[in-house]
């Protein structure tokens, strides 16, 4: 895939080059209108969403508009190695281009390039529990 810098998001950061080469073959862009839906809620969580243009709104039907998505952020890290339903549904609220890494293409990742692979769960765990900790800090 041509164009694609996959280290300006977290989950790629420490990953060698040579690293990031071999997840361009497995990732899919998706260009997007404004309005178009990227994820809806309830369905099955299958992989992660990267934000490489535009903007993506970020809504749950319990807690209404949760977030505003630019180009390098992400979503659904934790869909990599678990199954779920999607908690959110996020739709374009202009033209943007997402990248999309699914489950099945990161297992393949596992098997061909396993320190890829650990390396990105690291980021998407240490995301996780940063996010965790500084909603605790909220309660002590």
Same mark, same amino acid.
């Given at each position: ?47 992660l969403v990267l934000v490489e243009r535009g903007l993506l ?11 505003? $998505? !630019? @180009?390098?952020? *992400?979503?659904?890290?934790?869909? %990599?190695? /678990?199954?779920?339903? =999607? ?33 990105? $769960? !690291? @980021?998407?765990? *240490?995301?996780?529990?940063?996010? %965790?900790? /500084?909603?605790?800090? =909220?309660?002590?």
């Amino acid at each position: 895939m041509s164009e694609v810098d996959l280290k300006p998001f977290a989950p790629f950061a420490e990953l060698t080059d040579a690293d990031r080469d071999v997840l361009l073959d497995l990732v899919e862009r998706r260009e997007l209108s404004a309005g178009e839906v990227v994820l809806s809620e309830g369905d099955e969580a299958d992989g992660l969403v990267l934000v490489e243009r535009g903007l993506l709104e970020v809504k749950s039907e319990r807690a209404g508009e949760l977030a505003t $998505l !630019e @180009a390098g952020h *992400h979503l659904g890290g934790l869909s %990599l190695g /678990s199954m779920g339903r =999607r908690e959110v549904t996020v739709t374009a609220s202009e033209p943007s281009s997402v990248l999309l890494l699914s489950r099945e293409a990161f297992v393949r990742l596992v098997e061909d390039a396993p320190r890829a692979a650990t390396r990105i $769960l !690291e @980021a998407v765990l *240490h995301e996780l529990s940063t996010t %965790l900790r /500084s909603g605790l800090d =909220r309660f002590l």
